[in-house]
C-alpha cells in the first residue's frame, strides 16, 4: 500500500487515485532560459523516481512536464524582467532560440540521467490559445478582472488561497511588504495577461496584445492533456507560493471542481552546506560533474539518496560514496551472472537464499512505499548485496541466483533507475596507471584543471574513467 506525504493536508495519506490503475500525473518542468542545475536537477528525479514506484506497484502513469518558455518573472513576480527576455538579451537572440537551446541541454541531462520520457511536454509559448480560452472563462465567471491593459485574479473570490503554502490573504496582510499597484484590487492579486508593449514576445488577445502570466500556463496545459482534475502534481518546494497556490486558484476557478488530490514538494539541495552560488564556486550543472570524473549514474544516485522531503547536503565526496556504492551493486550484478562450472545445487543453501530475497523485496518496498523513504530501501538493498556475497562464497542454485539478480536489477534498474555496467577488465599498462596517479594527486589538490586535462587525454585514447571505493578505473569507451 503507497502512502504519500500530502502537502495541502500536511499528511501522510494512502494514495487512492480517481481512476482505478490509471494516475494522472503533472510535474513542474524547467524555465529553459538557462542550464539546469543538480539543485533542478533533483526534484525531477524525485518525479521519476515516484513515477517508477507507481508502476511497480502495478499503475499507469500519464505524465505530463511542462516546458515554460514565456511568462516566468525574475524573482517570480508579476513585476522585473522576464528570464526568457533576460537570456534573449544576454545572448543577443531571439527568446524562441534561447528556450530550444536549452531545451535540448534539458533533455540531454534527464537522458543521461536515465530519467523516464513523459507523456507530453508541453511548450508554453504554444498553449497561448489555451491560456487566453482560460483567462476568458475566469473573467466571465467573475474570478478575474481587467485593469487597465491587463488581467488579474481576484483573490477576494477564492477564500481558499494560502491553504497549500500557510500564505493566506490574512498572513500575507499581517507580515509581508508588498510593491503598490495602483491598477490591482489587492497588492495580492496576480497576473494573469501582461500588457507590455516592449516586451519581445507577444500574442493577440481579445483583450488586447499582451502574454500570459507564469502562473496560467500550467493550469491551461495540465487540464487540456490530464484533465481538470488530476491525481498528483509535483514541484519543488518553492513553488508552492505563489506558484501553485495560483495554479490552484485559477484552475478551481475555471472548472469549478478539485484541482490536485496530492500535491508533493521535494525540498532544497544545499552544496557543501551552502546554498548554491557561482561566487562560492558550488554551482552545479551535470556537465560540470562530469567533466570532473563522475559518471550520470554516481549523480544520479547521490540525488535520491537523501529522502525527498529532506534538505539534503551534496558535496562531492557524496559522489565518491555513490560511485562506491554502485561498484558493489555492479560487482553482485556480476557475481550472480557468472556461470560455475561443473557445481551441482546446494540445497542446504537453497532455503537461506531463497528468504535473503524474500526479505529484501518485502523491505525494499516496504519502504519505498512509504513516502519514497530511498535511504531505507537503499539500507535494504545493501543488507540483500552483503548476504547474497556470503551465501555465493558458500555456493548458490543457478537458478536462484538468477532469481536474485532479477530481484536485483528490479530494486535497482526498474525502480530506482540505477542502471548496472558490465564489468571488464582493462589492462593498464605503465603509461596509463602515471596518468591516473598525476590525475588522483591533481583532485586531491583541487587542480581540477589539469584532472579534466587528464580526463580527456584518456577520453582520446578511448578510456573513462570511474571512481570507486579501491580508485579510479578504466572503463573501454
Not at 507560493?241 to 521535494?266: N, R, S
Not at 533507475?417 to 577488465?425: A, F, H, Q, S, V
Request: glycine content about 6%; overall charge neutral.
Amino acid at each position: 500500500m503507497l502512502k504519500l506525504f500530502n502537502s495541502y493536508t500536511r499528511r501522510l495519506e494512502e494514495f487512492k487515485p480517481l481512476h482505478g490503475k490509471d494516475v494522472t500525473m503533472y510535474n513542474c518542468g524547467p524555465t529553459v532560459y538557462d542550464f539546469a542545475h543538480i539543485g533542478n536537477l533533483r526534484t525531477f528525479l524525485f518525479a521519476d523516481v515516484l513515477r517508477r514506484t507507481l508502476e511497480h506497484d502495478g499503475y499507469k502513469v500519464k505524465q505530463v512536464m511542462n516546458i515554460t518558455d514565456v511568462g516566468h518573472m525574475l524573482g517570480d513576480a508579476d513585476v522585473g524582467e522576464d528570464k526568457m527576455e533576460a537570456a534573449a538579451k544576454r545572448e543577443k537572440i531571439d527568446p524562441l532560440e534561447v528556450a530550444r537551446k536549452y531545451e535540448a541541454q534539458f533533455m540531454s541531462d534527464i537522458g543521461r540521467l536515465n530519467i523516464e520520457s513523459a507523456f507530453k511536454y508541453p511548450r508554453a509559448s504554444e498553449h497561448v490559445d489555451e491560456m487566453i480560452k482560460m483567462i476568458a472563462v475566469l473573467l466571465e465567471k467573475g474570478f478575474a478582472y481587467k485593469a487597465g491593459d491587463d488581467i488579474y485574479f481576484d483573490l477576494s473570490k477564492f477564500p481558499k488561497y494560502g491553504t497549500l503554502s500557510g500564505n493566506t490573504i490574512d498572513a500575507l496582510k499581517a507580515g509581508a511588504r508588498v510593491e503598490v499597484n495602483d491598477k490591482k484590487k489587492s497588492p495580492f492579486d496576480f497576473a494573469l495577461w501582461i500588457s507590455n508593449p516592449d516586451h519581445v514576445m507577444q500574442w493577440e488577445a481579445p483583450w488586447g496584445k499582451g502574454y500570459p502570466g507564469w502562473h496560467i500556463e500550467c493550469s491551461a496545459m495540465s487540464t487540456k492533456y490530464l484533465g481538470e482534475t488530476i491525481d498528483i502534481h509535483t514541484g519543488a518546494e518553492d513553488n508552492k507560493f505563489p506558484h501553485h497556490e495560483a495554479e490552484i486558484a485559477q484552475t478551481e476557478g475555471a472548472t469549478g471542481k478539485p484541482f490536485v488530490h496530492y500535491w508533493l514538494h521535494a525540498y532544497h539541495l544545499l552544496v557543501d552546506g551552502q546554498k548554491m552560488s557561482k561566487s562560492l564556486n558550488n554551482f552545479y550543472k551535470l556537465d560540470d560533474l562530469i567533466a570532473k570524473g563522475y559518471a550520470p549514474r554516481a549523480v544520479r544516485y547521490a540525488l535520491i539518496a537523501s529522502h525527498y522531503r529532506d534538505r539534503q547536503n551534496f558535496t562531492l565526496d557524496s559522489l565518491a560514496a555513490a560511485s562506491s556504492a554502485l561498484e558493489k551493486i555492479d560487482n553482485i550484478a556480476k557475481r550472480l551472472g557468472e556461470r560455475t562450472k561443473n557445481q551441482e545445487p546446494i540445497s542446504k543453501n537453497d532455503n537461506n537464499v531463497k528468504s535473503i530475497i524474500e526479505t529484501a523485496e518485502r523491505d525494499f518496498y516496504a519502504a519505498m512505499n512509504d513516502d519514497l523513504n530511498v535511504p531505507k530501501a537503499l539500507g535494504a538493498l545493501f543488507i540483500f548485496i552483503r548476504e547474497l556475497n556470503a551465501a555465493l562464497d558458500a555456493g548458490v542454485d543457478p537458478a536462484l541466483k538468477k532469481a536474485a539478480l532479477r530481484a536485483l536489477k528490479m530494486m535497482t534498474t526498474d525502480t530506482l533507475g540505477l542502471t548496472i555496467e558490465k564489468i571488464e577488465t582493462v589492462a593498464v599498462d605503465d603509461e596509463l596507471k602515471k596518468l591516473l596517479a598525476e590525475r588522483e594527486a591533481a583532485r586531491q589538490a583541487k587542480d581540477f584543471a589539469r584532472a579534466d586535462a587528464i580526463r580527456k587525454t584518456l577520453s582520446d585514447r578511448g578510456y573513462a574513467i570511474e571512481d570507486g571505493s579501491q580508485g579510479a578505473r578504466l572503463k573501454k569507451i
